[in-house]
């Protein structure tokens, strides 16, 4: 069956340090791969998009890779701040035609930054 | 609008009433999409909307679930004679187009549902 996990449900870390976060998949072959963070009681955000053939792409403190041979997404945060403290989803398309169908989401790490 | 706008933000019905739950797009955004986010769960799909195409209704968990969206803007999504477990957070986003996962989706806050 096809599926999307994130290995982790929460994942603590102390504030300075690099927080990676992983995200699986199997059974899909999609072109692009998305990261959100969603706060309590808000709607999703998105964070970053990568695409099958970037294997790495960086925004600030945000990096995600993509592995399209393991089938795998990491997201990493560096200088982990606690306002870096939330939920963060991966997110896909699984579909392999242009057209497309709606993204499904992993259930998501909840990240806690402690100072 | 700036955003996408949802409403009610919070509902609490009881057992076997009908609800209704609005979404209204960023302007300019021509697909639309609902999901449903249980406590301690990911996002669930439940329908998507793009231009005049027929809507992708794959995710709707029943038939008391169905959607509308009228000129290609605003959306409701109505739950007839609802159930304990139609309890959830009802997430509505919206994209410039529905395309292969190229373009992000902006989401709305949610309507909360309690049923009791």
């Known amino acids: 069956s096809q599926k999307i996990e994130q290995n982790s449900e929460a994942l603590n870390i102390q504030e300075g340090k690099t927080a990676t976060l992983t995200c699986n998949y199997t059974?899909?072959?999609?072109?692009?791969l998305q990261w959100y963070r969603q706060d309590p009681g808000r709607g999703p955000v998105f964070l970053l998009l990568i695409r099958e053939n970037e294997k790495e792409k960086r925004k600030e403190r945000l990096k995600v890779t993509f592995d399209t041979t393991l089938k795998q997404s990491l997201f990493h945060i560096t200088a982990s701040q606690p306002a870096d403290s939330a939920t963060y989803l991966c997110a896909l398309d699984p579909s392999t035609n242009q057209a497309g169908t709606a993204l499904i989401f992993g259930k998501g790490t909840t990240l806690s930054v402690s100072s | 609008g700036a955003g996408v706008s949802q409403s009610p933000s919070n509902k609490v019905t009881e057992k076997g009433k009908d609800v209704e739950l609005r979404c209204d797009p960023i302007s300019g955004h021509t697909a639309l999409y609902w999901y449903r986010q249980s406590l301690g769960q990911g996002l669930e799909f439940l329908i998507y909307f793009q231009g005049n195409s027929a809507p992708d209704k794959s995710g709707l968990p029943s038939d008391r679930f169905s959607a509308e969206r009228t000129g290609g803007s605003v959306s409701t999504l109505t739950i007839q004679r609802t159930q304990q477990e139609d309890s959830a957070v009802y997430l509505c986003?919206?994209?410039?187009?529905?395309?292969?996962?190229?373009?992000?989706?902006?989401f709305g806050e949610g309507s909360r549902l309690t049923v009791l």
């Open positions: 059974n899909y072959s999609p072109a692009y």
């Open positions: 986003a919206s994209s410039l187009r529905q395309t292969s996962g190229e373009l992000e989706l902006f």
